[in-house]
């Protein structure tokens, strides 16, 4: 069965997801943390296997080859880009 299920970006640079075709559904702050913590909601399957990278990239940045833009949000001053990238 899909979930959906909540991983703040705010403390790595990179987060790693897993469950079955895994699908990124919202990018944006968490309201129930202090502070401006972007954060993305994916709906997953938990029970299957797969895999999924995300990072956040600040405006101006380089976005690596390879990655797709998955969202963006504006937390606190800062706009942050989060991109996705399947993990092997």
Avoid at 20 to 46: F, I, K, M, N, Y
Avoid at 47 to 76: C, K, M, N, Q, Y
Wanted: aromatic share 10%; no cysteine; charged share 15%.
């Amino acid at each position: 069965m899909r979930t959906i299920w909540k991983y703040n970006l705010g403390s790595t640079r990179d987060v790693t997801v897993q469950g079955g075709a895994p699908r990124v559904v919202h990018v944006g702050v968490d309201p129930s943390q202090l502070g401006s913590v972007p954060t993305a909601w994916v709906e997953l399957d938990p029970e299957e296997s797969g895999a999924l990278v995300l990072r956040f990239i600040g405006t101006g940045h380089d976005v690596p080859i390879g990655w797709d833009h998955v969202g963006s949000t504006v937390a606190g001053s800062f706009v942050w880009h989060v991109y996705a990238k399947a993990s092997r």
